[in-house]
């Protein structure tokens, strides 16, 4: 089992739907998680951090963990063409290794369209 | 302002030819790092430094080399010995050294490498 899982898509949404994008993963260590978003040929920029259980709303995305099922999700409201991107989790155990930096882990990404 | 610069945006290399990816930020950061991005792939840590004149490998360091002579550089070499330079190479920065545990990536705009 791979230590963070993210269906890829695509996923292809009308303008003004709500979008629910998730990852889920399989080290209990990891207390850390973030969204990233990654416009085409570029590099990805962080959108929401959250620690540990619970939501984090921050204007129309709202960051979701649940380290009980090992699942975190992320939500946008009032979906926009401009939010055609794809869609990158992340997560980190918030402790450093011995000898080395905190490593951070990636899914794969979700590919979504938002169609005007 | 503050950013993560890498250069060439679009790179070829020739067969047993090595190719040097540039990355320079103002930001101050500490720790700097090298990603690379398969088509429908996660982020593979090649490569990170800590502090000036140190670093460390990553998942994939194999047919890498790195240097940091420089706070603010961070330069990748493809050498002819990474049989599979394909990618998009990603350079990203984070404040501290790695050793805190809130700290945040950002990343650079990204480097297309491809094969002649």
């Known amino acids: 089992q791979k230590e963070v899982e993210q269906d890829p898509g695509p996923l292809s949404v009308p303008e003004g739907a709500i979008v629910s994008l998730n990852c889920t993963y399989s080290n209990s260590a990891f207390q850390y998680f973030m969204w990233y978003r990654q416009y085409s040929r570029k590099g990805p920029e962080l959108l929401m951090y959250t620690y540990s259980s619970g939501n984090k709303e921050d204007g129309r995305f709202t960051a979701q963990v649940d380290k009980s099922s090992k699942y975190i999700s992320l939500f946008i409201r009032d979906s926009q063409p401009s939010d055609s991107a794809t869609y990158l989790c992340a997560m980190k155990m918030g402790y450093v290794l011995r000898g080395g930096s905190e490593k951070l882990v990636f899914g794969k990404g979700t590919k979504l369209t938002v169609n005007p | 302002d503050g950013g993560i610069t890498q250069s060439p945006k679009y790179l070829f290399r020739k067969e047993g030819q090595n190719v040097t990816l540039s990355c320079e930020q103002n930001l101050n950061h500490d720790a700097m790092y090298w990603y690379r991005q398969d088509p429908g792939q996660g982020l593979r840590l090649i490569y990170y430094?800590?502090?000036?004149?140190?670093?460390q490998k990553g998942d994939i360091a194999e047919g890498y080399s790195v240097s940091r002579e420089k706070k603010e550089s961070f330069p990748l070499t493809v050498t002819s010995a990474q049989k599979n330079p394909t990618a998009f190479y990603l350079c990203?920065?984070?404040?501290?050294?790695?050793?805190?545990?809130?700290?945040?990536?950002?990343f650079g705009s990204g480097t297309q490498l491809s094969v002649l």
């Open positions: 430094s800590q502090i000036v004149n140190d670093f």
């Open positions: 990203a920065s984070t404040a501290g050294g790695g050793y805190t545990t809130n700290e945040k990536l950002f």
